[in-house]
Structures are given as structure tokens and as C-alpha cells.
């Protein structure tokens, strides 16, 4: 199967790139007997990020995606997030074995809003173009290139690229039910072209006050939840430099991302909220959710009265997937090392082999990812395929 293959990705590299609405072009040329890889990823990348994939919206860009795929000669299977919604990861291989030593995987899904597609003077941008479609695209060339040059087999490598990152990771947590079993996965987000050797935990917390309506003339008959959400949060920002810390990670952070509460001036709050992000440095959500938790009941004490709890006048709800840091493999020779303080994907996906290597990498920088100036030059994109062909072919080597 895999050698028609080669057939059937020929005559797709000289294709004119596709548009929005075209299917992928799966015609043989049995004249062509040579990839034009260069061609391929521009283009590949291009019909990818040109195809809007907000959270939620991935639809369209999954079914390109699947298509594509498929028109290439991989065996495509779709898996579905729900019954309604029409959402699904793909996962993909070339060869005859579903189960492979090697798995290469990215996320298609996107922050909003999205941003159109532009190419000029050797620079891509665009909503997605970063994050994570220039990994998505490098990759499957990268895993292209080692098939056609004969580097791999095709039973040694598969593909799975999945919906909702960006919003707690449904699709990889839903990807456990796939029941895969690879040796080594490589995970790809914007690193700048360095190997990932951890990132930081994650948590959220949303902090509901809890008032009681008055009239601003009498505040005094009243209790207003603003202002117990200000000393609650006077306590987080407080107890910030002292939450746990590493060496490898450097400090846990909190970031207060949104507040809002009471209805107008002259009335007493009867309700405000927060919500919170925690990058965790060390230890575990449990232990950090305990330390908020002890620091903003001390400082709400003021506002009970008698028979009153702490919860009485203010709630906090932490996420139910919160974790610590991610410790990652980055012993590939050759890259440079770094760790990172966001969150990917990789705690969402259970190891099924024991001694399982994970490596991160990806092209563009994070700096630029969920802004409106999202963008990476050919340079980056193209050193992506070279370096994905390096950490596959050393963890192929490793699992002899």
C-alpha cells in the first residue's frame, strides 16, 4: 500500500495549492518520481491555515485534513468527541500495522479570532500559522520525506492530530480510547526550534463573592462582594512569591485574567467573580488549591458574621484537571534544551508503554502564538521538517 503511496503524494506536491473549497486532488502520475517536498509544505500548510479551526469549529478543517490525508494513501480513521457536534481527532498511518513504534502528534484546533492566511517576502501568518499548524504541516512532511527516502517503513510511524488544546484537551484525552501503544511520541507546539525538557502545571480558579444588595447611602444594611473579592485577591497576589518553586521551573505564578462584579455605583454588590490562571513550578494543584485556599479564607474573615463560614461569603472553584510540571525527554544530540511555562496536550494522554519516551518540539516562538501577529518565516517551517526527520530517526534508532 505504502508504495502507491508515493504515487499518490506526487501528484498531489504539483498540484496548485488548494482552496477553501476544493478536495484534495488524489489522481496517479506515473510519470512523477519525485516529491516536491518544498512545494508540499508551503502549500500543505497553506490549505491548513487558510481553513478557520477555532475551538469548537474545527469541523472544516478536520475534513480537509482527513481528506488529504487520505488522498495520500494513509489509512484515515476519524474519532468523533461527541454524538452532535460533529468534532473529531484523526489518526492516520501509511503502512498495514495500525499499532506503530513512533507516534507524531499536534493539535489542529486554534485561539480566536481568527486571522486570515498571508504569505509575503518569506514570512506566513495568520491565525493558526504558529500554533500549531506549522508543526502539523513539518511534521507530515518530515514523516513523508523518511518514508519516500526509505529511512522508515511505513508500519514503523503513525499520525494523530487532535481538536480542543486550547480549551482543556478533549480530543487527547478522548485519544486514550484509541488504545495506542507507540514507544515514542513526538508532540509538536512552538518551541523556536529547541527541544522542550518540561513545562510548567497548570490550574484555574474562579473566586465567587458572595454580597448582600444595598443602597450606596446605607452600605452598612449591606455587604458588598466586591470588596470581599478585593481581599481575596490582595491574598492570592500576596501569597504568590511564596507558592512553590524549582530550580528546573523557577517560580509558580498566578495571573488574575478577569474580574467583574456589582450592577452600578450606587449599589452594593451583591455578586463578583474572578478568574485565575496557576503555573505551577513544583509539587502538585492539590498542594498549591490548599495554600489559596488557607490564604483567602484568613483574609474574608473580617466580613463574617456571627455563625458565619469562609464559604458563607466567598467560593472557590479549581479546576478539576489541574496537575504539576511535566517533565519531557529531550535527548536527542544536536538541540539546543529549554522548559517552557505553558501547557500542552501531553499530561492529557496516559503512557500504555512503560520507559515511553515524549519529546516537544516545533517551529516559530510562543511569544508571537494568540496574538494578531502570528507569523514564521519559510526558514523556521523548512528547518522543522530537517529537525522532526532528526528526533524521529533517533528515537527509531533507540528502539532497535
Do not use: C
Amino acid at each position: 500500500m505504502w508504495q502507491s503511496a508515493l504515487f499518490l503524494l506526487a501528484s498531489w506536491a504539483i498540484q496548485p495549492a488548494i482552496g477553501l473549497q476544493q478536495e484534495p486532488l488524489a489522481e496517479i502520475s506515473a510519470n512523477k518520481k519525485h516529491l516536491l517536498l518544498g512545494d508540499d509544505l508551503i502549500a500543505f500548510h497553506k490549505n491548513l491555515t487558510q481553513i478557520e479551526s477555532i475551538t469548537y469549529h474545527e469541523q472544516e478543517a478536520g475534513k480537509w485534513l482527513a481528506k488529504s490525508l487520505s488522498s495520500q494513501g494513509y489509512t484515515v480513521e476519524k474519532q468523533y468527541i461527541d454524538d452532535d457536534s460533529g468534532r473529531f481527532n484523526v489518526f492516520a498511518y501509511l503502512g498495514k500495522k495500525r499499532e506503530t513504534d513512533i507516534l507524531v502528534s499536534s493539535h489542529y484546533d486554534t485561539v480566536p479570532p481568527f486571522y486570515p492566511y498571508y504569505h509575503k517576502n518569506k514570512t506566513i501568518g495568520g491565525r493558526g500559522s504558529v500554533d500549531d499548524k506549522a508543526s502539523l504541516a513539518a511534521q507530515l512532511i518530515a514523516v513523508n520525506t523518511l518514508i519516500t527516502t526509505k529511512k522508515l517503513h511505513a508500519n514503523d510511524i503513525s499520525l494523530l492530530f487532535v481538536v480542543g488544546e486550547e480549551t482543556g484537551g478533549d480530543g487527547m484525552r478522548l485519544a486514550n480510547d484509541l488504545h495506542l501503544t507507540p514507544k515514542t511520541i513526538v508532540f509538536g507546539e512552538p518551541t523556536e526550534a529547541k527541544l522542550v525538557a518540561g513545562h510548567k502545571g497548570n490550574d484555574a480558579l474562579t473566586i465567587k463573592a458572595k454580597g448582600k444588595a444595598a443602597h450606596s447611602g446605607y452600605p452598612w444594611l449591606g455587604r458588598s462582594a466586591n470588596e470581599v473579592l478585593v481581599a481575596a485577591l490582595a491574598a492570592v497576589i500576596e501569597l504568590g512569591p511564596h507558592l512553590p518553586r524549582s530550580e528546573k521551573y523557577g517560580a509558580t505564578t498566578v495571573n488574575i485574567g478577569k474580574i467583574e462584579g456589582g450592577v452600578a455605583g450606587n449599589v452594593v454588590a451583591e455578586s463578583a467573580a474572578a478568574t485565575i490562571a496557576i503555573r505551577i513550578a513544583a509539587g502538585d494543584a492539590d498542594e498549591v488549591e490548599r495554600e489559596i485556599t488557607k490564604a483567602v479564607h484568613m483574609a474574608v474573615r473580617s466580613f463574617l458574621e456571627e455563625g458565619m463560614r469562609p464559604e458563607d461569603v466567598v467560593e472557590l472553584q479549581f479546576s478539576a484537571r489541574g496537575y504539576g510540571p511535566i517533565d519531557i525527554d529531550a535527548d536527542v544530540p544536536g538541540f539546543d534544551v529549554m522548559t517552557v511555562n505553558y501547557g500542552t496536550d501531553i499530561p492529557w494522554l496516559k503512557k500504555t508503554v512503560g520507559g515511553q519516551k515524549r519529546y516537544l518540539y516545533g517551529p516559530g516562538s510562543i511569544m508571537v502564538a494568540h496574538s494578531d501577529h502570528e507569523a514564521l518565516t519559510e526558514e523556521e517551517l523548512f528547518g522543522a521538517v530537517e529537525d522532526y526527520q532528526k528526533i524521529i530517526l533517533h528515537a527509531f534508532k533507540a528502539g532497535q
